[in-house]
């Protein structure tokens, strides 16, 4: 059973990352959602937020688990022995970033190859940033992020419940 490892900072999760984990999952026995666990980098909810709204989000998806990785992602997935890692390429202009990150990842893990996938179109423009920005400025977020997300957010924007 082949091992995926889809790694990020979720922060965050939203819609677009769940599609991804679905279609990931349809290729790969097993998929791992991986959430950065980086100190240094200034994420809006902290990890272990992030964490509990990715499981939530995926409970009930079979193959599918949830976990933590700091440092370099290359030694998390030889501590994982994984060797799929995947990445959503939403648009043309992701892929800048994205074979930066697979170059570094693939020098410093050999054995590890990083597969593209394309999330469905309507979330083609959706970003956490941009859902984040959404939510600071009182709009409704619900036909991006799961519900459990959308209370967050207005929590942590709005002060609401
Ligand atoms: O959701 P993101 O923020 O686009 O995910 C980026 C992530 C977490 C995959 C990337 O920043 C990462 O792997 N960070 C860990 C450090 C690392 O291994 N960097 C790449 C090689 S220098």
């Known amino acids: ?16 990352h769940l599609d991804l984990v679905r279609r990931a999952r349809r290729i790969f026995g097993s998929v791992v959602v991986a ?18 709204m990715v ?15 700091s440092g370099l992602l290359a030694d998390y997935m030889k501590t994982k022995r994984a060797r799929v ?30 597969v593209f996938l394309m999330p469905d179109g309507k979330y083609t423009y959706l970003a956490s940033s941009m859902v984040k920005e959404v939510a600071r400025l009182g709009a409704p977020v619900d036909s ?8 967050r957010l ?6 609401g419940v």
């Open 1 to 16: 059973m082949t091992l995926a490892v889809y790694p990020g900072s979720f922060d965050p999760v939203t819609l677009g």
């Open 35 to 52: 959430v950065l666990d980086n100190a240094s980098k200034r994420h809006t909810f902290g990890l272990e937020e992030r964490v509990e």
């Open 55 to 69: 499981c939530a989000a995926t409970r009930g998806m079979k193959g599918v688990s949830v976990d933590t990785f």
């Open 85 to 114: 890692l995947i990445r959503g390429v939403r648009v043309v202009s992701d892929m800048d970033y994205e074979f930066q990150l697979a170059f570094f990842n693939r020098r410093l893990g050999p054995n590890v190859e990083t």
């Open 144 to 151: 991006f992020v799961t519900p459990m997300v959308a209370r």
């Open 154 to 159: 207005r929590q942590k924007f709005q002060g």
